[in-house]
């Protein structure tokens, strides 16, 4: 099977490039630094186009023939509200158009959004499909509209939602590992915030579950059906950087946590977007994000996943947090 991934060396592209040459499909990847493919991944490569998400040409060379296509690439983090609907809601439509014009036999197009893209949820609730979207910030909003635009399309297409990730070669989690390493765990509002997670290998099992979905045109979540708290997620961090199991621990042998209030936190993101902006580098710490880091809860249910395609995440969060850590630590990261 001939299968076309964007993003396919990122922190979730390579693993589920990984999944899909260990299977035996022929993975082609849009790549825009070809040297990091070395950097990622070991003995079994897929093919490269070298090009972005602006690139047509190179979209429509990768695509070409393929008979899967798994949209993973898009920004988290941005300077202006332009780029991110640049990349995550016009790249989505390049991207689904290049497929169609040259893909005539695609079997199924999987595109990566985001629990953003959905809003949080209430406290005590997990949302679903059905809810209206109610994103917070411009990442969200530009991942829904990338949803339209796949909506849009004629060919079968699955759209799947994940909340937070984690797991070996993810950079973002990482920082919380390092901070937690000395001791200290901050924290948004009370640490009473309720989270949906996933395990980065639980994520592609789900992704190539959604691709086989008997379902086509349909929207998912996909999460671990355990509920945190951030308190909870970040303790466990500690426990897993450590080596320690939370049950067998005196209470006081856990990390510091330190609150951090609303006002000083959107004081501080503030203060970060425009120390990014006097250097032009993006940030994820802004204002706007500060909507998603303060909401009572962002938990999701993957009811309709496992309903449709026997999926269940596998991995609870101290195996899935244990192996990140083993990870980080053989890599020199930690």
């Known amino acids: 099977m001939k299968v076309f991934v964007t993003g396919g060396t990122g922190f979730l592209g390579s693993h589920l490039v990984e999944a899909l040459l260990a299977r035996g499909d022929d993975v082609v990847c849009l790549v825009r630094d070809p040297g990091k493919v070395d950097r990622v991944f070991d003995k079994q490569r897929p093919r490269l186009v070298a090009g972005n998400l602006n690139d047509v040409a190179a979209l ?18 941005a300077v202006s509200r332009a780029d991110f609907f640049n990349a995550n809601a016009e790249g989505t439509r390049r991207v689904a158009r290049a497929a169609a014009k040259v893909a005539p036999n695609l079997q199924r197009f999987v595109y990566v959004s985001s629990q953003a893209a959905s809003g949080p949820s209430r406290r005590g609730e997990a949302l679903t499909e059905s809810a209206k979207p109610n ?60 989270l949906s997670v996933i395990y980065v290998e639980d994520l592609v ?11 086509p045109g349909a929207t998912y979540f996909a999460a671990h059906r355990q509920v945190l708290t951030s308190r909870d997620f ?31 936190a959107r004081g501080a993101l503030w ?22 880091f303060l909401a009572e809860a962002w938990v999701c249910s993957s009811a309709a996943l496992e309903r449709d395609t026997g999926w269940v995440a596998q991995f609870d969060l101290g195996t899935g947090l244990s192996r990140t850590a083993a990870w980080y630590r053989s890599h020199g990261w930690l």
């Open 60 to 77: 429509e060379t990768g695509a070409g023939g393929a008979d899967l296509v798994f949209h993973v690439a898009g920004l988290i983090a």
């Open 135 to 194: 994103p917070l910030t411009e990442y969200g909003r530009s991942k829904l509209a990338g949803e339209e635009a796949v909506r849009e399309c004629t060919f079968p297409w699955t759209i799947v939602r994940p909340p937070v990730v984690y797991g070996p070669r993810d950079t973002e989690v990482l920082r919380m590992f390092r901070t937690v390493r000395m001791g200290v765990a901050p924290i948004f509002g009370d640490g009473k915030q309720e």
């Open 205 to 215: 099992t789900a992704l190539l579950k959604a691709a086989a979905s008997p379902k």
């Open 234 to 264: 970040v303790s466990a961090i500690y426990h897993a950087v450590r080596g320690t199991e939370p049950q067998k621990s005196a209470r006081a042998s856990g990390p510091f946590l330190l609150p951090i209030p609303s006002m000083v």
């Open 271 to 292: 203060m970060t977007e425009k120390a990014a902006q006097l250097t032009g580098k993006p940030t994820l710490l802004t204002p706007d994000k500060a909507n998603e």
